[in-house]
């Protein structure tokens, strides 16, 4: 009997089960565009879910077995990111770029949308292929911050497919050439800083970290309105560069376009030392490298410095003994060597 009135009563509540309406997920609130740019899709506060306060953000990452809270608040202090969430604006965004919609990060001092100032503009390019390296919140913390606390509108695009935060913008990571049509995506940045009130589109400048020295580099010859460049950890010559790290073949096999029938060219095309006389002649560059860097050979950048000194290219070249990729332990040394810098030239 008792299989019997199991079935009965499966069969009395399984028209309410499916009457039961789906449940549907509800993202982040939209805020109201932060520009006037027709390419601007959406944007909401990247102080969202667990990243709403820094006890809900260190309560999600205490949940990982290696997580070392200790080290988490030595690298995020309390006082840093709660004053930081208070005084900063910071989106994430989806915008159009060549029909696709990409993902990306702004911030700004909350007061210049108060008290209706123009503020000189920072374009952050990150490293990185695809989703490797993608601009999460440690990283906006890490990187992002400390511009907008300088009195900057600080800007940077995921890259198409890259996307982390949003459903809209897409996810299809062979979207990324690894700097083909996927610079478009830096380039298209500009109509969106026409269009934010608070931002003096005169006064721009750019930062490239890693790839994002490629990005950097492809974009400069196409935005003469750049005041600006800071290239830290960069590559100059991609063929040249895979002598030392042979290991990044395999990344340009998967995401440059007809590489394996034009490895020379297409290598070419993203190395800035081929093509030197095309970057503005009076754009000055800051070069930051490290000397144990195992990623990106400091060759690259001493072979860049000599071609911008024999070019007469306004330039600075700072070489950090013993640092790494990540110009550790010299964080710190260059990161008021770049705030130096723009502040000269912004």
């Known amino acids: 009997m008792k299989p019997l009135l199991i079935l009965l009563?499966?069969?009395?509540?399984?028209?309410?089960?499916?009457?039961?309406?789906?449940?549907?997920?509800?993202?982040?609130?939209?805020?109201?565009?932060?520009?006037?740019a027709s390419s601007l899709k959406e944007n909401f506060s990247c102080y969202v879910?667990?990243?709403?306060?820094?006890?809900?953000?260190?309560?999600?990452?205490?949940?990982?077995?290696?997580?070392?809270?200790?080290?988490?608040?030595?690298?995020?202090?309390?006082?840093?990111?709660?004053?930081?969430?208070?005084?900063?604006?910071?989106?994430?965004?989806?915008?159009?770029?060549?029909?696709?919609?990409?993902?990306?990060?702004?911030l700004q001092p909350k007061a210049a949308a108060q008290n209706n100032q123009k503020l000189p503009v920072v374009i952050y390019n990150r490293g990185g292929n695809a989703t490797l390296s993608?601009?999460?919140?440690?990283?906006?913390?890490?990187?992002?911050?400390?511009?907008?606390?300088?009195?900057?509108?600080?800007?940077?695009?995921?890259?198409?497919?890259?996307?982390?935060?949003?459903?809209?913008?897409?996810?299809?990571?062979?979207?990324?050439?690894?700097?083909?049509?996927?610079?478009?995506?830096?380039?298209?940045?500009?109509p969106l800083i026409e269009g934010m009130p608070t931002a003096d589109s005169q006064r721009v400048a750019m930062i490239g970290v890693s790839r994002g020295s490629i990005m950097s580099y492809l974009a400069a010859t196409r935005m003469p309105q750049l005041k600006a460049l800071v290239i830290k950890s960069g590559g100059s010559d991609l063929e040249i560069a895979l002598q030392t790290r042979p290991s990044m073949n395999n990344v340009y096999e998967k995401?440059?376009?007809?590489?394996?029938?034009?490895?020379?060219?297409?290598?070419?095309k993203r190395s800035v030392l081929r093509w030197l006389d095309k970057l503005p002649q009076q754009l000055p560059i800051l070069l930051l490298h490290g000397e144990k860097d195992d990623r990106i050979d400091v060759s690259q950048a001493r072979t860049m410095a000599a071609a911008l000194k024999q070019k007469k290219q306004p330039h600075k070249y700072i070489e950090y003994t013993g640092a790494d990729h990540y110009l550790i332990p010299n964080h710190a040394e260059a990161d008021a060597e770049t705030a130096a810098w723009l502040k000269q030239y912004l």
């Open 255 to 268: 995401f440059i376009p007809d590489y394996a029938n034009n490895k020379s060219a297409e290598l070419a």
């Open 9 to 36: 009563s499966a069969m009395l509540l399984s028209p309410v089960l499916q009457a039961e309406p789906a449940k549907v997920k509800k993202g982040p609130e939209l805020l109201p565009a932060f520009s006037s």
């Open 134 to 190: 993608k601009i999460h919140y440690g990283a906006i913390q890490q990187n992002l911050m400390r511009f907008a606390e300088q009195g900057y509108i600080v800007i940077a695009s995921q890259y198409r497919g890259a996307a982390g935060w949003t459903a809209s913008a897409s996810r299809d990571i062979m979207l990324d050439q690894f700097g083909g049509t996927d610079v478009n995506d830096v380039v298209n940045l500009f």
């Open 49 to 106: 879910g667990n990243f709403a306060s820094y006890d809900s953000w260190l309560a999600m990452l205490s949940k990982k077995p290696k997580f070392n809270s200790a080290a988490f608040e030595e690298q995020f202090p309390r006082a840093v990111v709660e004053t930081r969430q208070q005084n900063i604006d910071c989106r994430i965004f989806v915008y159009e770029s060549d029909g696709i919609l990409v993902e990306g990060v702004m």
